[in-house]
């Protein structure tokens, strides 16, 4: 007998495919984008105006870093909640109120970005993914993320409900795993999102609405960045879940320790949000003490990763072993390194390693002041979510479409080609990007190239750093198409026998030797909840008393509509006169 | 074999990250080379790492469990 999700949980195996198929649709566009962006920027093929370059980079960053991400999650925070407590979400009929929700907010936000570009539609919205105030867009798209983000608290909602429903019928017993980790990122997800629904609901909306004319660009700044930073953490939260629970098992062991992996978890729920200060370090208008305050809690926040990267080696090793590994070192040949799901996820974590040393120097204060608004960030992201979070999930499509559709793969070493692919494009797009920041070139510009002057790499050209970037981005393009291909014949193809049971890794370690206040989650939310008060009541209380609630009379600035390039040329000649 | 296919695959892609930036590394002390050399250098790799893979002492590295569930 079949027993794969499908078949334990139709109902809910729909929402799911639904998930992530929104997701992949966000990752094909939004990838495509990217390969528009790196060739205008490196001047390899230029078919767009500079000031568009504006709209495609919204596109990219929003459909990528909040689209792509989210919808794939709560696909797999579904399964994880499901699968382990071994019972169907409360009412499906919620469940895709919530799904429905994040749709009609997803195509909100893109139809006002798309404005930007096509007359036909009366709205702009190129403002980036980060929608600094003065950038103003239309109010729709404002409107179109807070549905999204509630379509999200919604999610989490149906997720602590069935675990609550679960409980009743379960007392005595210690959540599992998958459930604890998808409920600590949902309470460290509601803590931060309140920051920029706020924002959102209280001063930008209105502002954009004309209700109120003016705005302060640090507060709604400062409180986005309050949501920033744990966002980072939500994408990358269901990433670990996977390295967690599914490598292991793919490795042929189980995990070395489930207590350890509550610790990480509960150490995120802890620090995410308290943090979000380390991207204003060069903000003019908070004190340096607050800064250094983040800092601190941001080198904290390399312990539960480091445990991560602990955990999870061991636990391979542990699998390799059982196949028949040996050796000092000898055992990372007894890995399936043939299988994409398996490769793809370790290649992932590679690199994540990789963006963890860059991490570290975008955490420093001092030396982040050398990196700040350069391509060095763009490298470094594109190694955290761009490849961590992103080729872990596609790899981990190649096992979840069977589970969910019931249909086999249609082809495994294509796979495998794809994960490869995409690992050898970011190591150049990603390398060069880093190296262009080292030498100053900036971020969101469409064409960085200035008169009079010249970057000066401190080894090679400026020229075969280009054609890394242009490189890269095209392998990453071809390995998307190849993934989405995948995707597409998979669905095609007929039901079949032959998918695996819906398991995942069992522990050397379980939860009985985690002490039991690690699942008290009221405590956790409560000191996450201090330390965030901690951490923002002095300095927003110190913007607010500086600059107003609703700043000194700021208007909005709508780049599509009045920055023709004469414009911009005559605000830059006022600026320099 | 000495590894599976799939291992060999991935050694590759792992080592063409080394291969770029070790080009870098030497301007480090001075020793400028080209990107053609660098490709020959990285070819040259490529091929030793083949030749060692597909060498029979043990050609049992395909048979081994494929435990990818
Ligand atoms: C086909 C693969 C991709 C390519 C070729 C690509 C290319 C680029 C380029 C060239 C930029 C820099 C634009 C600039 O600074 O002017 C960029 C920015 C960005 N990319 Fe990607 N990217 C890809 C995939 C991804 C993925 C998978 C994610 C996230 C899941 C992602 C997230 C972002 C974000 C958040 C930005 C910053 C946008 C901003 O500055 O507002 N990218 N990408
Ligand atoms: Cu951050």
Redesign the pocket.
Known sequence: MRNAYVDQFPAEAKVIKAAFWSSFLA?AI??SL??L??LH?TDVLRIMEAPDYYTV??A??VL??IT??IFFLVGIFTWGVTTSLDRGLVDLRFTWGWYAMMVVGTVLVGVSILGGVVDAIPMNADV???FYAPLQPHPAFYVGLVLFVVGTWLAGADWFRTWLAWRSDNPDERIPLPTFMALTTTLFWYLCTLGVALSILLLLLPWSLGIVDSVNPLLTRTLFWYFGHAVVYFWLMPAYMLWYVMLPKLSGGKLFSDPLARVVFVLFLLLSTPTGIHHQYLDPGIAEGYKFIAMTNTMFLLLPSLLTAFTVVASMEHGARQRGGTGYLGWLKALPWRDPVFTGMALAGLMFAAAGFSGMINAGMNINYLVHNT?WI?GH??LT??TA??LTFMAAAYWFIPQVTGKELWNRSLGLVQVLVWFVGMTF?SNAMHRSGLFGVP????EPQYENFAFEPAAGSMGEINAQ?ALG?TL??VS?ALFLLNMVMTSLGGSSDEIPDNTYAETLSGPEDAPVVLDNLKLWTAIATVLVIFAYTLPLASIIDAGGLFGPGIDGFQLAIEAGPAFVLESVREVIA | MRISKGALLVVIAVLIPFIVEFRTALSWFGIEISVLESLVLGAVVVLAIVIWAVWPPNGDAEAEPTGSS
């Open positions: 990752l939004g990838g990217g390969l962006q790196a920027r980079l919204t990219h960053g990528l870093a792509f991400t980036l993914f980060t391509w763009v992201f594109h979510v761009g979070v992103a797009m971020r969101r510009t469409a970037v981005a990453l393009t998307l």
